[in-house]
């Protein structure tokens, strides 16, 4: 939920601040970037963790109420004079949600049998969505209506709640990583060593016109006159439910399409409506079709990241869960935190005609990479 407000929520505020599109991308870039690195440390989460209270329990409760502090502390700070101080507590947070993503990926690949992968990830990212509503819908109404302190407060509160189930939660014993050395740089070296290139190219690009999408929709709905309450409605609750529904009938399809075609046939299917999506600014259409069309993209996004997270668990190995899938998400977040970046570049630099071609190629291209995978996986099987 915090993750998103500040992709969404904090992104709304500075533009009300009149801070420039690519200042912005910039900001959100840096914020983002624990994320695209936090494979550095996973071998930590994956080596080290108390038995007796559950391995990764250990780690996720500290996070938890380490959190809520840092946002706690946030909620009192002055926005306009402490603006760069709010930036770096945000960075901080952002680094501690994201060891925590560590620890939650890695008790998903244990708890879950191979066969229950996808539904699992319609799952996870059905509730990762549902973060994203009220982190980016929810708190930004709230924002809107009683200012700085009280929403952050509110994603302070929020954000405790999962101790709710986790503390009772009784965490079954995992296998041991296998590795040597203090800090485990085995499992990151035999996991590149292990793995093709082809889907780590793809694992950057996959999501890329997406992203590129996503991060520029509060300032193109801002510039159509959107207050932020009606920003935080479209994106958050409509584009939000449109892709938790996205979720979980992609998780569905895919039992019956397979992972590679499903990433395959949802691939395909974005590439036209996030062109379209794109062209908002350009053509002169009512806001429900604005709205409409990101609802359709969001689904569509919803699709394509349960095909792809599923196959990043059938990627992971069993004696260094969160490793392994730490650091194909980190790939995909390093994906996430360049087109963040260029989004705001290049539509200031080039406008949008220029992202709807550049997003485009990006899909077209990560089609050609799933095909290519697919080829390669089958002559190997046949081998």
């Not at 050395?181 to 793995?195: A, D, L, Q």
């Amino acid at each position: 939920m915090p993750v998103s407000f500040i992709k969404t929520g904090f992104q709304t505020y500075l533009k009300n601040q009149d801070i420039d599109s690519d200042g912005i991308s910039g900001l959100l870039g840096l914020m983002l970037l624990p994320w695209a690195l936090k494979f550095l440390w996973a071998p930590l989460i994956d080596r080290y963790g108390s038995s007796r209270y559950g391995h990764r329990k250990s780690w996720l409760i500290p996070l938890q109420l380490g959190g809520a502090l840092v946002l706690g502390l946030i909620a009192f700070m002055d926005i306009e004079s402490q603006l760069s101080q709010i930036v770096v507590l945000f960075l901080f947070y952002s680094f501690l949600c994201a060891t925590q993503d560590i620890a939650v990926d890695g008790l998903a690949v244990i708890a879950l049998s191979k066969k229950q992968h996808g539904l699992g990830n319609s799952m996870q990212m059905g509730g990762y969505y549902l973060g994203e509503l009220l982190g980016g819908a929810v708190i930004l109404i709230v924002l809107d209506q009683f200012g700085w302190t009280i929403s952050i407060l509110t994603l302070a509160l929020l954000y405790l709640i999962p101790l709710i189930v986790l503390l009772p939660y009784k965490e079954s014993r995992s296998p041991a990583s296998s590795a040597q050395s203090f800090y485990g740089m085995e499992e990151i070296k035999s996991y590149f060593k292990g793995e093709q290139v082809i889907w780590i190219l793809l694992l950057v690009l996959y999501m890329g016109n997406q992203v590129l999408a996503r991060t520029l929709l509060p300032s193109l709905l801002k510039e159509r006159s959107f207050s932020d309450t009606e920003v935080g409605f479209t994106i958050g609750v409509f584009g939000n439910s449109a892709s938790i529904v996205g979720a979980m009938v992609g998780g569905f399809l895919m039992e019956y399409l397979g992972r590679k075609r499903s990433l395959l046939v949802y691939g395909l299917i974005k590439i036209p409506i996030f062109f379209l999506l794109l062209m908002v600014p350009m053509l002169q259409i009512s806001d429900v079709l604005v709205i409409g069309g990101i609802m359709l993209n969001d689904l569509m996004a919803g699709c394509a990241a349960v095909a792809l997270f599923t196959v990043m668990m059938d990627k992971s190995r069993l004696s260094s869960p969160g490793t392994d899938f730490t650091i194909q998400q980190s790939i995909n977040a390093i994906g996430v935190v360049i087109f963040v970046v260029l989004s705001g570049i290049i539509q200031r630099q080039f406008g949008y005609p220029a992202v709807v071609f550049i997003a485009s190629f990006i899909g077209v291209l990560s089609l050609f990479l799933i095909w290519k995978l697919r080829m390669e996986e089958t002559h190997r099987d046949h081998d």
